[in-house]
């Protein structure tokens, strides 16, 4: 179809119309054209579907679990999934993957990240875009560009020399271009770069320069949400696309500017040209008047609590799992196993994915204790929580609460300006209070509720209101604020960690009535509408942390086998902040040393996203890097601790052994500014150019079995022709490499092979050595195999920042195979000319 003539031939009311988002989730339609509503979600760890879509979706684990695997086939088989899954939500666009890269391991959204690496990251990316975009389902990669940290995420401007922006940073979003990725996310922050400093959404040098002009991309540029703030600039700048909608920097105003010539017209018809063959590419566009075509839906996957569904999560689950150490072989645990103590908050409350837009409503969270009592029914499996390791109190138990007249749940007053009341309605759920509100004439809400709680012990009630707020707690004033806020909660997602206020009641044997009444105001949220939102929780009187974990010791000392699963939480892995440090909240590096103590079959399972630092790691028998695992976490548990799926995961990060030693510390804004003065060695690259020692190397992870490298051979596949017409994908060289399972059982490796430069002349700029190439092989115990490994042309090539293009400097180059960065085992050397 010719989209360039269908969007020329529009009015201009309906080009404009086009290039903002009809809603928060939707795109405008044009019946006339045959263009229905395309729509957009959130992903990468599954996909949301549009509000009010109140089904369950399939929860993935996290992008950086499923980078774990090293296994492009994995991923396509991910990205087929969540087709299927976009497909059965009436989703066009999925809003994924994040290939933006884990710079420093503080970044609030590094459990969102594939990996630190560059190339790890392109070829798992370009693997899930190609699967997704197969059935028709369009990815948008994000976020373009220099988008690593999220402290002041919308103001900062990111300064990275040309070279590294181009080497680490581009490289990723290059390899997706050539792809065929369909769309592509414009970031909040601002870039530096050929003299410009301005925000991803109106960087003409990046968007229309770079993305469009010399990498030929030829899909849309899509804002963040509630990113584009101002009308001209963004249209010059190369945005195709401002979402949510309606309202925004463009509808008239970009109108007004087209006609007074400060906007040209083929500027406007590239923009609409580009979405509606986006449109087209989804199923959307017929360009025939009175022929709009229906969503399909036949290709949707199965509901995501289908066997086959879970069967794949689990998969995803276990294979992403990373096995740090395993002493005596300790794991996998056998049939004669005849009692496990599971311990740990992470095993009382899973943390199965991190916050902010990503996060999904699961069908179900498969439970560890059921799991591993399936599968080892030999044995007694007993729960021990050892203590919290978040400081806010549970969500507040909604049976506990009535309304003033005795009706369960609690009373809502929508209040006008005056402070009259316009309408009232009653919430029961107060695990989750937060509704939209529709009435314009609504500013604020009264909450009036009763909380009945039993006497005896500590009990404490926590408010954490959204803007201006009064709270009173049995008449006495609790909390006071005038400072209304908007839109910026969310772009912030302060909504989601706002100041919590403690009431705290008598400690006594009395059983009590409390009367809670809290004026709040409704945040006006620009496309995100109006909504009134506040956290309401509450801690029971209950066992101390020392009485838990004291209890946990016990158990572990009276049981064949202690897993300990410790970890991270919602409060400190989520969109919006990052980490202040790497430590693992509350009392749990103790509760490992004790629960050791007590029994030395001692296996310590880590469920977080991203580093901390594990002061024990080399004292307990067995660990195991979990990941956040997603629906199946149970399933997954039990079937790596059995063996019944070998936990073959490689880091696709460093684990650092001290926090003083991270390259990049926390990449903070600074005046302004987040500067790169690290260059090329990002992740691993910084490690080995400083001489540092990390707990766990990039590319570690040891499996159930055991490995034997015994040779390696490159041989050279010059480019010429066409093929050297083709640049990046060209491959250069091959290595082959040679390897035996010489361990007892069948096993899943990763090779890996790394470059070093030639020595003369030397290239400061050029990192110790990076990763060119990997392999997932699988083997069973003596079986000896050769497999071969591509190295692209661009694996050696360097970006000329005088010349402004890419080089190939010759020499002779040391290609380096083995287990993971540090544990190389094989070398080989290759002559460029």
Sequence with gaps: MDTAALASGLPLDEKIALLTGAGTWVLHNIDAIGLRTVTVSDGPIGVRGVDGDGRPSAQLPAPSATAATWDVDLQARIGTLMAGEARRKGVDVVLAPVVNLQRSPVGGRHFECLSEDPFLTTRLAVAFIDALQQQGVAACIKHFIANETETDRTEYVSRIDERTLREVYLAPFEAVVEAGVWTIMAAYNGLSLEGVDATATEHGPLLNGILKNEWGFDGVVISDWLATKNTVEAALGGLDLVMPGPGGPWGENLTQAVRDGRVPIDVIDDKVARILLLAERVGALTGTAGDVPAFDATDASPEPDAPEVRALLTELAARSTVVLRNEGALLPLGADTTSVALIGPNAAKLFTQGGGSAFVRAPLVADPVAALRAALPAASVSLHRGGVSEAGAPAMPSELLSTPDGAPGMLIEHLDS???VVDTSVITDAAHIWFDILDPRVVDVRLTTDVSVAGGGHHAIEFAPVGAHRIEVDGVLLSESGARVGSEVVLNSSYANPETFTATLPDDDADRVVHIEAVLQVVQADAYGDFVRLHLRYR??????????AEAVAAASASDVAVVVIGTNPETESEGWDRPNLDLPGRQNELVRRVLEANPRTIVIVNAGAPVILPWLDEVPAALWWW?????????????LT??????????????AD?????????????????YPEGTDVGHRGWDRHGLTPAREFGYGLGYTTWEYSGIAVTDAPASGAEAAAGAATTLATASITLANSGPRAGREVVQVYLEAPAEPADPQRPVRWLAGFAVVDAEPGVEITVDIPLARRSFEIWSTDAATWRLPAGTYRVVAGRSSRDLRLEAALAVS
């Design 540 to 549: 029971e009187p209950g066992l101390s942390v020392e009485q838990e974990i």
């Design 659 to 675: 926090e003083a030693d991270v390259p990049v510390a926390n990449g903070l804004p600074v005046d302004g500014f987040v500067d």
């Design 643 to 656: 063996g019944a799926v070998e936990p073959s995961g490689r880091l696709p990060w460093t684990l650092p």
């Design 628 to 640: 956040l695992p997603g629906q199946e976490a149970g399933t997954s548990l039990a079937a790596v």
């Design 418 to 420: 005056h402070g009259a």
